[in-house]
């Protein structure tokens, strides 16, 4: 059968009058198409400003989307849930409220056929480019997709037709047609439709399925802006041209790249978490609270009000040294969730230190660390990194600068959360003064009230002046602790000392001259321990407690007189001893000093545990109650200098 014969068979070419309006009535009555305004119907309305859709609402290459005004193609890749229904229902709104002549093509998959298959898709969308164009236009519009489908038949075979056909069987032999001339066909018409200027939304088509329409499309509209999701990864490398991918949380996280692994355009060879990351590792080595410590912090009336305002706030934890204060940041880390309002949200700290790694003690590094926490803990947040992290990638740099880094954390101030962000920093007084007034200010203006975010910061330092001045939620440590105080030393000792008749006396003496500094009371524990055997009578126990210096500094004196009674031997050991612990780059191990202290030692990689044991029992010896040994191993312990 002849190609021409069919023509006139269909009706649908080279005619005038009556029989014009002929070709798309008869057409439209064969296509299967779905009326994708009910769908929406039943779509939830996107909020632009919800922290679950930010990775799409506040996406640079997304806002460079939607602000174009020549041809873009934008490519959203998300599991089902993560909003990309929602955002094309909303961008399909703007397109059509926008005042020009702007026509709007859309289409929703909701079947696993529809996503892989082009039949619907292409024959709901050919139904509004008739829709949307000149009632004239209609059957020429029909008659320019049949006839790029029946050129299509005649190419590949004519023995499907027959001459005998009706019209509505010849048409439906001409509509099944492979996906890649449904799109060209479709195509056309929009040709033949002459749409100044076009917009597509898809939602959930395949991805194969997607390239085939962007292909096609973005070589024949002149002016197309076209927004399609998937729910896959994207598995092709190949980037199409003007074609924009965005897949959900990939740059937060990034991707390794290997020959095995798809990748989309837009995936990071170094991830934005991974070049943050650094470790906190002053946190592990706090002290936890005595068991009943520190419950007087959720009565404290300064702590309430800051944690009971529905605004941002700084609650500044002042202490004498040795008072708890790193101790008390720790607690309140760990027990966050007695925070009313701390379901579900961030929780950021940095542990400063100058008794480790010199990296310890700088702005930068603790920038790094609580960003990363952030940015792990928060998908949502990406936004704010975006900008920075594609400037340090294009400058090809090993590190972040510090600059950068300053600039994140302050934006932060329009991050429109509803729930806190904790930022909790300890031992403030021991980061570098250089810059320390800048970081300090930036957390102050990042509690300021007048901001969109809801942070709180949670500061425990010794008194520094950039603190000391300000207007914030104070609390000093060593008016509170008296309580904890009284109950840890009743505890050793009754525990440890066995003291019982004079238990009350030597609690309160201990109190009492401890002004509120921890530490004082453990170097006392230490002492009557080193000194008192147990079972010793409670007078003589309290005698020597009384005999104590009450001071934190005259008691490290008394200390180090009392190394200088040792033999020669243990003096030097000492001295050996302190000088590799005050200038080691960070902690040492156990098996660390014994290697470096006894060099001669004939097989130190296999120490028994009892020599480990013996080794730690000469050092304690040598350096006294000025280290503390600390670890979850007998071969991996630390010697840290009190």
């Known amino acids: 059968m002849l190609k021409e014969d069919i023509s006139i068979i269909i009706r649908l070419a080279d005619h005038t009058g009556p029989v014009q309006t002929t070709g798309w009535h008869t057409l439209s009555r064969r296509l299967s198409v779905v009326d994708q305004d009910k769908r929406r119907c039943k779509i939830s309305p996107f909020n632009r400003d919800e922290p679950e859709n930010f990775w799409i609402s506040r996406n640079i290459d997304f806002n460079q989307w939607e602000l174009a005004h020549d041809s873009r193609?934008?490519?959203?890749?998300?599991?089902?849930?993560?909003?990309?229904?929602?955002?094309?229902?909303?961008?399909?709104?703007?397109?059509?409220?926008?005042?020009t002549n702007n026509s709007v093509l859309y289409f929703f998959s909701s079947t696993e056929a529809e996503a892989r298959h082009l039949t619907v898709f292409t024959h709901t969308l050919l139904h509004q480019i008739v829709c949307c164009s000149n009632v004239e236009k209609a059957d020429c519009i029909a008659a320019t997709f049949l006839g790029t489908l029946l050129d299509e038949h005649f190419q590949r075979s004519t023995q499907a037709f027959n001459k005998n056909d009706k019209q509505d069987t010849s048409i439906e032999k001409i509509l099944r047609a492979p996906d890649n001339v449904l799109i060209e066909a479709l195509v056309e018409a929009i040709k033949i439709a002459e749409i100044p200027e076009l917009s597509i939304i898809v939602d959930g088509l395949s991805e194969d399925i997607v390239r085939l329409v962007v292909k096609h499309s973005m070589r024949a509209i002149r002016q197309l802006k076209a927004l399609f999701t998937i729910d896959e990864s994207p598995k092709y490398a190949e980037k199409l041209d003007r074609m924009m991918c965005i897949e959900y949380d990939k740059e937060r996280k990034g991707l390794h790249i290997g020959h095995s692994q798809p990748i989309c355009s837009l995936t990071c060879q170094l991830e934005c978490l991974r070049s943050l990351q650094y470790d906190d590792t002053r946190y592990n080595k706090v002290s936890d609270e005595h068991h009943g410590s520190l419950e007087w912090l959720w009565n404290n009336s300064e702590y309430r009000q800051w944690s009971a305002s529905a605004t941002s706030g700084l609650?500044?934890?002042?202490?004498?040294?040795?008072?708890?204060?790193?101790?008390?940041?720790?607690?309140?880390?760990?027990?966050?969730?007695?925070?009313?309002?701390?379901?579900?949200?961030?929780?950021a700290h940095y542990f400063y230190t100058f008794r480790g790694t010199k990296l310890e003690s700088t702005h930068e590094n603790m920038l790094r660390s609580i960003l990363h926490s952030i940015l792990d803990q928060g998908e949502s947040t990406f936004f704010l990194f975006q900008l920075e992290f594609r400037k340090f990638r294009r400058a090809n740099c090993s590190e972040w600068s510090y600059s950068s880094l300053k600039r994140i954390l302050s934006s932060f101030a329009e991050y429109p959360s509803t729930k806190p962000l904790y930022l909790i920093l300890d031992a403030v007084d021991e980061s570098e003064e250089e810059d320390r007034r800048r970081i300090i200010e930036i957390i102050c203006q990042l509690c300021s009230t007048r901001n969109r975010c809801n942070i709180k910061a949670f500061l425990?330092?010794?008194?520094?002046?950039?603190?000391?001045?300000?207007?914030?939620?104070h609390i000093k440590m060593q008016d509170e602790n008296k309580g904890d105080i009284s109950r840890y030393a009743k505890d050793f000792l009754h525990t440890d000392l066995q003291m019982s008749e004079k238990i009350h006396e030597a609690t309160d003496y201990i109190t009492e001259n401890a002004q509120g500094v921890f530490l004082w009371v453990s170097l006392v524990k230490a002492e009557l321990l080193s000194c008192i055997d147990r079972g010793r009578p409670d007078a003589e126990i309290l005698q020597c407690l009384n005999a104590l210096p009450r001071d934190l500094k005259d008691m490290y004196t008394f200390m180090f007189h009392r190394l200088e009674d040792n033999k020669p031997e243990v003096i030097q050991d000492g001295i050996r001893l302190f000088r590799l612990l005050l200038f080691a780059l960070r902690p040492l191990t156990v098996v660390e000093l014994r290697d470096a202290l006894i060099p001669d030692d004939d097989n130190p990689s296999h120490e028994s545990r009892?020599?480990?044991?013996?080794?730690?029992?000469?050092?304690?010896?040598?350096?006294?109650?000025?280290?503390?040994?600390?670890?979850?191993?007998?071969?991996?312990?630390?010697y840290i200098v009190n």
Not at 319 to 344: H, M, V
Not at 610 to 616: D, E, G, N, R, T
Not at 628 to 633: L, P, T
């Open 460 to 473: 425990a330092s010794r008194p520094v002046a950039e603190l000391t001045q300000r207007n914030v939620h």
């Open 73 to 99: 193609v934008m490519l959203l890749s998300a599991p089902a849930g993560h909003g990309t229904t929602e955002v094309c229902s909303h961008v399909i709104d703007l397109a059509k409220a926008t005042p």
């Open 315 to 347: 609650l500044y934890v002042e202490g004498k040294p040795g008072s708890g204060k790193s101790t008390l940041a720790k607690y309140f880390k760990e027990n966050i969730e007695r925070e009313p309002n701390a379901s579900s949200s961030i929780v």
């Open 610 to 638: 009892q020599q480990i044991y013996a080794f730690k029992k000469r050092m304690t010896h040598s350096g006294g109650n000025f280290l503390e040994i600390k670890g979850v191993s007998p071969m991996r312990d630390s």
